[in-house]
């Protein structure tokens, strides 16, 4: 072993010493440790495989980058992924790639998107960051997902495509969403951000649609920290995504592409109209890009997540379970989710419904919870027409959206992430139970 090798030996054995010390889970307190809606699970191998990044100080997008996108798109199912600096950036290469002059039928500035008005906000923001016009419609109660049956009042001679979420990793029909927009030849962008391993009909989500996107903020099934992805089975489509993350160029090259020749093999023998010499591909720009790359060393965070990604997936599961379980009894006053028979969610969190006519509200319920150190969070937008950002952009409606705004009155959720272990989970029922007794028993 020669010494640069015995010294990183040396480092991350100190790393893992140091996690032990410095990162190791403190005994829960009921009442008094906060129980989180969500977080950063990890061990010393997210710090390992970081300052190893960090020792061989790539730093942009490099190999570990490179190795990250291959993997995600193996799991999910699709020819690539690319991987980015969050999910919202995700959001604005996919839609950002349909309106691209290389794309055959490219979106126009006025063409109609339909879309969820319940939701996050930066599935819609790209939509409008384009010049398109949203066209929103509700959701389902139960799923919070786009109901089928409002595509066809939301429809219009204007209408190109469909942008939907999987809301907290409940799938949406793909069934007939899919066979409505292959009807009407609309494109289609899955927002899986918070779905990363759910299937639908035994399929991943993410491998429906024209695009799809995937969010890696603490909150997520796995994390970067900051970070995302775009993903396609459609070369075309994969090579414009590329180019509108990396600045608008062409250049294709990896970080290992012989600088001489570049991955195209031949560099240096590219045309502008106008110039006599040929010129370099690194410098062709052929899109309005921007940068929106994941570095390497959030990469090897990522890489070292997806190792974990199974267990994740199958503690929210559990999670999941036990709290809707637990929760059932008291479905006089909650509307609990519901989802498919067809679905398989890979839960991002669970939501509840202050149902109508209930002896209590939403507020009342989530300030008893956070005062006991129950963390909550508001189902995002809610009815994103009544967000100020986005009271004044062009946009239809269809109908009044009754549903998305009992979500914005009334719904909330809590956590199933694998942070929560049994004793907290105990408490999080026994705290909601005390709540609810009095009115139970009134
Ligand atoms: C459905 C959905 N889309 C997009 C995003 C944005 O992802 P990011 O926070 O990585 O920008 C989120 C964030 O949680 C989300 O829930």
Redesign the pocket.
């Known amino acids: 072993m020669n010494q640069v090798e015995q010294l990183r030996q040396e480092i991350t054995a100190k790393i893992a010493a140091y996690y032990r010390q410095a990162h190791a889970p403190r005994p829960f307190v009921p009442g008094e440790t906060r129980v989180h809606y969500a977080g950063r699970v990890y061990d010393e191998q997210e710090l390992i495989a970081a300052v190893e990044a960090v020792l061989d100080f790539w730093l942009t997008a490099g190999p570990r980058a490179e190795s990250f996108e291959q993997r995600l798109a193996e799991y999910i199912g699709v020819r690539r992924a690319l991987a980015v600096n969050?999910?919202?950036s995700a959001?604005l290469v996919a839609v950002t790639t349909l309106c691209s002059h290389r794309w055959e039928r490219p979106l126009e500035p006025g063409d109609e998107v339909i879309t969820p008005a319940m939701?996050?906000p930066?599935?819609v923001a790209p939509i409008v960051q384009n010049n398109l016009v949203p066209v929103f419609v509700d959701c389902q109660l139960g799923t919070y997902n786009l109901d089928p049956a409002q595509l066809e009042p939301a429809l219009s001679n204007r209408t190109r495509a469909i942008c939907l979420?999987h809301t907290l990793g409940n799938p949406v029909e793909m069934g007939p969403i899919m066979d409505f927009a292959r009807a009407h030849g609309l494109y289609v962008i899955e927002?899986a951000?918070?779905a990363l391993g759910t299937t639908y009909d035994g399929r991943m989500v993410g491998t429906f649609g024209d695009l799809a996107t995937l969010?890696f903020?603490p909150?997520h099934h796995i994390t970067t920290g900051?970070g995302?992805a775009v993903l396609t089975s459609d070369p075309h489509l994969a090579r414009i995504a590329r180019s509108v993350r990396d600045w608008g160029r062409d250049c294709w090259c990896s970080h290992d592409s012989p600088s001489s020749k570049g991955a195209c093999g031949h560099r240096f023998e590219w045309q502008i109209p106008g110039l006599d010499e040929p010129y370099d591909h690194r410098y062709l720009f052929v899109e309005i890009g921007y940068n929106l790359k994941m570095t390497d060393v959030q990469a090897a965070i990522g890489l070292a997540q997806l190792d974990k990604l199974p267990d994740f997936i199958a503690a929210r599961k559990r999670n999941f379970t036990r709290l809707y379980e637990g929760l059932k009894p008291y479905e006089e006053f909650l509307i609990l989710p519901t989802w498919s028979g067809r679905a398989d969610p890979s839960w991002f969190a669970l939501p509840i419904t202050i149902r109508p006519g209930a002896p209590f509200t939403r507020h009342n319920l989530v300030t008893w919870l956070e005062k006991r150190n129950i963390e909550t969070r508001l189902l995002?937008a809610g009815n994103i027409v009544r967000q100020p950002g986005y009271r004044h952009i062009e946009h239809r409606t269809v109908g009044d959206l009754p549903n998305s705004d009992l979500v914005l009155r009334s719904t909330f959720f809590v956590g199933v992430y694998p942070g929560l272990d049994n004793a907290r989970i105990v408490y999080m029922l026994e705290t909601f139970a005390d709540f609810i007794r009095p009115f139970v028993d009134s």
């Open positions: 969050s999910g919202s959001n939701g996050f930066t599935t979420a927002d951000c918070d969010s903020y909150a900051e995302g995002f």
